[in-house]
């Protein structure tokens, strides 16, 4: 089993940054893929980003966020910069042993969420 953990979140003015981290526990995640999605009240789950063998995002935040990983560490993070009040969702970490991508399914583990508010 993989425990994932994040941190970073919180209240930042428009045009500022974040950097969420997802810290992985009982299990190297070196070869998982790994992604962030985001979620607002009465909305689905959305994708944001994935990294499996390089980076992908989705249209709304491409060239503004930025997903690394540091194996070393067995964590990854999501730096958002530029943000926007549209941005304002709980965020989630996940990992995959399946190749990973822009669906939630294809993702095995999954974090417990972190708030992100842009404010205006």
């Known amino acids: 089993q993989v425990q994932l953990v994040e941190s970073g979140g919180g209240l930042v003015q428009a045009g500022g940054s974040l950097r969420l981290s997802c810290a992985a526990s009982?299990?190297?995640?070196?070869?998982?893929?790994v992604g962030w999605f985001r979620q607002t009240p009465g909305k689905e789950r959305e994708f944001v980003a994935w990294?499996?063998?390089?980076?992908n995002y989705a249209d709304s935040v491409k060239g503004r966020f930025t997903i690394s990983r540091d194996n070393a560490r067995n964590t990854f993070y999501l730096q958002m910069n530029s943000l926007k009040p549209e941005d304002t969702a709980v965020y989630y970490c996940?990992?995959?042993?399946?190749?990973?991508?822009?669906?939630?399914?294809?993702?095995?583990?999954w974090g417990q969420g972190t708030q992100v508010t842009v404010s205006s």
């Open positions: 996940a990992a995959s042993f399946r190749g990973g991508g822009s669906r939630r399914s294809s993702y095995d583990y």
């Open positions: 009982g299990r190297t995640i070196g070869s998982y893929a």
């Open positions: 990294f499996g063998w390089s980076d």
